[in-house]
């Protein structure tokens, strides 16, 4: 039997075929308006930061990119709902990690798979929780506060952005690690909770640090931040590792963009390409930092790594504090 050695016309040809399904999807890409879809209410730093990625990558795409608000189930509505949109990278979710990383181990049932379910696109900023107080309680500091709490065991209220959030595992480790209780009240996104807290009808929550423009008008009290630095924003504000809590960075978390699992490489980089290229930008630097946030830019890689790591770091403090949402 005799094999004969293709000519090189014809391995060109191979190649050239090989390639044409990548190239098609650069190509096509996109073909359509973008729905950026938002875990949460409009109004919160999550929120904010969709609109500015939308707000720059429609016109560097040639199509809208639609902000969609999808609030629900601390991020479950949304995240369905992409897991089940084409796989064609025309549509992403924003989410604050808290929706891939704690809801598996907090709700009994969770529509996706946070690893199989998505593609990771890109991280686009670490969260920077701060302690905020309403001003009627007449403490100062940590030390004060957790005082307060233990001369009212169970009878101050905590606002969050809903059920198995960052803010609501934030509070839980704090009691833990404080032997202190408060009454848990979800809210669907950090807006309405921080609208609560301005309001007087909760007592204080962990928040995004949404609440700094309210601490300089003094509508708030910051007592603490739970990241690993101080806020450029609140300079005389402590950590929680300055004040023997360490532990509390754990529950920060960080914004995620992801799309349907099954998107296209090619569209895959383009759009973190694109993403990392609007977050880099000065103005968008500062207004991110102003909402307390830390500019955190990643490859798909890096951001797929970083749910893992979370999803199996997370799972033991969740079951030791018996978090679960029915």
């Known amino acids: 039997m005799t094999f004969r050695v293709p000519s090189p016309a014809f391995a060109l040809v191979v190649l050239a075929t090989s390639l044409m ?3 098609l999807a650069a190509q096509g890409f996109p073909a359509r308006p973008l729905n950026l879809v938002v875990t949460v209410t409009a109004g919160g730093s999550i ?3 969709a609109r500015l990625i939308a707000a720059d990558l429609g016109p560097a795409l040639g199509q809208p990119v639609l902000v969609v608000n999808r609030p629900g189930a601390g991020g479950n509505v949304a995240g369905e709902s992409v897991a089940r949109a084409a796989p064609d990278g025309h549509t992403l979710m924003i989410s604050s990690s808290s929706t891939l990383t704690v809801n598996p181990h907090v709700y009994k049932s969770v529509p996706f798979d946070s690893v199989k379910s998505f593609t990771p696109i890109v991280m ?3 969260l920077n929780l701060i302690l905020a107080v309403h001003p009627r309680h007449a403490v100062s ?10 001369a009212q065991p169970g009878n101050l209220k905590y606002g969050s952005s809903g059920n198995g959030t960052n803010p609501q595992l934030a509070g839980i480790l704090f009691g833990m690690q404080t032997s202190t209780s408060a009454l848990h009240v979800p809210f669907s996104g950090i807006a309405p909770a921080l609208n609560a807290l301005l309001a007087g009808q909760v007592d204080y929550m962990f928040d995004s640090a ?9 509508k708030v009290k910051a007592l603490a931040v739970v990241g690993p630095a101080r806020l450029p924003s609140l300079p005389s504000v402590p950590t929680l590792g300055e004040l023997g809590f360490p532990d509390m960075t754990m529950v920060n978390g960080f914004y995620a963009v992801v799309s349907t699992a099954g998107a296209p490489a090619d569209v895959v980089t383009r759009l973190n390409t694109e993403i990392v290229r609007i977050m880099r930008q000065p103005t968008v630097m500062d ?5 307390g946030l830390v500019n955190t830019t ?3 890689e890096q ?7 979370d999803l199996r770091r997370l799972g033991p403090i969740i079951r030791d504090a018996k978090i679960s949402v029915q």
């Open 21 to 23: 399904p990548t190239q």
């Open 47 to 49: 929120d904010a930061v």
């Open 124 to 126: 686009p900023a670490r």
């Open 141 to 150: 500091t940590v030390k004060e506060f957790v005082d307060l709490l233990k």
């Open 210 to 218: 949404t609440s700094v423009p309210h601490v300089h008008a003094g």
């Open 287 to 291: 207004r991110v930092s102003a909402m």
């Open 298 to 300: 990643s490859t798909p």
């Open 303 to 309: 951001l797929g790594q970083a749910i893992s790591d």
